[in-house]
């Protein structure tokens, strides 16, 4: 099994719909982990942090179920502008190795 | 300063060639990583340090590859008798420290696109 696990996509989804990914992952250690979206030709950038049972900031709820290794991504109401890939980021251990999942891709169409 | 900061942007080299690859991360920032991604894959881990100690670099492909931040700020790459297989983005990161809640958290460069020839 992979350390972090993601679905590819692409997602194709039309405005305002709703769209969830998830991410699997196989280290049980892992305590805290995150959602960074990269856009086209640029840098990741930190989305969501999720160190407990979840965590929501607007539109977006991420939540993690620790018995089944796996953490999910929630948009709602999705936006054009919420087009990008999302990156699924575990730490193994008790150190600072961050593994990144290969990404899910997210398109929103009009 | 005020982002990371990765040099050069676009490096084209030939096959054999050796290439430098440098990483000046945000200042203060204990936590420094590289990472490479290739087209439609997310970042692969190669390796990372907390201050100038290299902590782990078990995602170094082969040993054509070795990075060092001698002081615990700037961060060099290197790669010898590089091979067409090289060829990738080359990301730096860096966060802010190395444990509690907000470790883990990375701010990207803006990479360093490597083309072997």
């Known amino acids: 099994r992979k350390e972090v696990e993601q679905d590819p996509g692409p997602f194709n989804v039309p405005e305002g719909a709703t769209v969830a990914f998830n991410c699997t992952y196989s280290?049980?250690?892992?305590?805290?982990f995150f959602w960074y979206r990269q856009d086209c030709r640029k840098e990741p950038k930190l989305l969501m942090s999720?160190?407990?049972s979840g965590n929501e900031d607007g539109r977006f709820t991420a939540q993690l179920n620790r018995a089944s290794q796996y953490i999910s991504l929630l948009i709602r109401d999705s936006k054009l502008s919420d087009s990008a890939t999302y990156l699924c980021?575990?730490?193994?251990?008790?150190?600072?190795?961050?593994?990144f999942g290969q990404g899910t891709e997210l398109s929103v169409k009009p | 300063g005020a982002g990371v900061s990765q040099s050069p942007r676009y490096k084209v080299t030939k096959r054999g060639q050796d290439v430098a690859l440098r990483c000046d991360p945000i200042?203060?920032?204990?936590?420094l990583y590289w990472y490479r991604q290739a087209l439609g894959q997310g970042p692969e881990f190669l390796t990372y340090?907390?201050?100038?100690?290299?902590?782990?670099k078990s995602g170094l492909p082969n040993d054509r590859f070795s990075a060092e931040r001698p002081e615990g700020s700037i961060s060099t790459l290197t790669i010898q008798r590089t091979e067409q297989r090289d060829s990738a983005m080359y990301r730096c990161?860096?966060?802010?420290?190395?444990?509690?809640?907000?470790?883990?958290?990375?701010?990207f460069g803006a990479g360093s696109r490597l083309t072997v020839l």
């Open positions: 990161a860096s966060s802010t420290t190395s444990g509690g809640s907000g470790a883990n958290v990375l701010t």
């Open positions: 280290n049980s250690a892992s305590q805290s």
């Open positions: 999720v160190y407990s």
């Open positions: 980021v575990v730490p193994l251990g008790q150190g600072g190795k961050l593994i």
């Open positions: 200042s203060g920032h204990v936590s």
């Open positions: 340090f907390n201050y100038e100690a290299q902590q782990d």
